[in-house]
């Protein structure tokens, strides 16, 4: 893999103060990175990612918003805290990552891994609707937004005859309490 920060005629127009606002944002203190790589090496979507986790902390020092937000390693990160488990400095990169979606999201940016986006939206959408996740409802957003319908038809035949999937979904208690906090999610964007 090319090494992001390093590479060759990489040209960019610096955004002022992206440390700080994404410090804020997350509460990660992203200045004290020292590239020691230790995130990097425990991170178990390396593989598939085009940035390595130091990396992603390097470039918002740097305010290389166009590389983080055009980057599929944002939209691959599962949220496992793997990195934070070992950075020295106790930097949570996957809290960071969370605003830069959020930031790419705001900004309509095409998302290099278009299907996660759609999954996310799916997933919050069923929960808003029912107050816990309503896995059938998900699949259903998720299908449409995505338009792949027969894909793993299969699987899901095969998860139905085994009771995995519910056809209706459970009822909560109190689900104006669920509504109200996705009301005042949105009213904080
Ligand atoms: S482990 Fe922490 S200090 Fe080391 S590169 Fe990663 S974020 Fe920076
Ligand atoms: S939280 Fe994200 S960036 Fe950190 S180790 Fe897990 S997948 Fe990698």
Redesign the pocket.
Known sequence: MENAVLAKGTTFQPAANLVKIIEKESGQPIS?????????AGCPVAPMADLH??EV?RLVQIGDTERLLNSNRIWLCLSCKT?QA????G?D?SAVIDVLKGMALEQSRKPAEAKIPAFYKSFMDAVNMTGRLYELGMIGLYKMRTKTYTEDMGLGIEMIKRGKLKFLPEKVKNLNQVKEIFRKGREKK
């Open positions: 004290r990175c020292y590239q020691c790589k230790k995130c990097s986790t130091n902390i990195c070992r950075c020295p400095n930097i990169t």
